[in-house]
C-alpha cells in the first residue's frame, strides 16, 4: 500500500509560482507512476502531469511550459509557474500501477486576478 499527502499550495497571485510536494510511503512506491490531477468547482478531476517510474513525463497541454513534475524516492512533485486564475482548484497526487491506485487527500491552489 502506498500512502500521499499532498503540500504546498496556497494564494498566490497571477504570474506566480508554487511548488506542490506529495510525500509518499510504501512499498515498492519507487515502480509506481504519479501523477498530480486537479478539480475545480463544478467541474471534472483532470489529468495535470504525470511521471512514469521511469522518469518519463507527460503535461495536459493547458499547463505546458509552465508546470514541471519530478520525482525522487520521497515523493512527487509539481513546479507551477505563470500561474493563471483558471489553475485555481484542489490538486491530488496519484499513484497507479496495473489496476492499483491511491490517491492524496490533495491541496488548495488559488490564483487571484
Known amino acids: 500500500q502506498v500512502q500521499l499527502v499532498e503540500s504546498g499550495g496556497g494564494l498566490v497571485q497571477a504570474g506566480g509560482s508554487l511548488r506542490l510536494s506529495c510525500a509518499a510511503s510504501g512499498r515498492n512506491f519507487n515502480s509506481y507512476h504519479m501523477g498530480w490531477y486537479r478539480q475545480a468547482p463544478g467541474k471534472q478531476r483532470e489529468l495535470v502531469a504525470s511521471i512514469t517510474s521511469a522518469g518519463s513525463t507527460n503535461y495536459a497541454d493547458l499547463v505546458k511550459g509552465r508546470f514541471t513534475i519530478s520525482r525522487d524516492n520521497a515523493g512527487v512533485y509539481l513546479q507551477m509557474n505563470s500561474l493563471k486564475p483558471e489553475d485555481t482548484a484542489i490538486y491530488f497526487c496519484?499513484?497507479?500501477?496495473?489496476?492499483?491506485?491511491?490517491w492524496g487527500r490533495g491541496t488548495q491552489v488559488t490564483v487571484s486576478s
Open positions: 496519484r499513484s497507479s500501477r496495473y489496476s492499483i491506485e491511491y
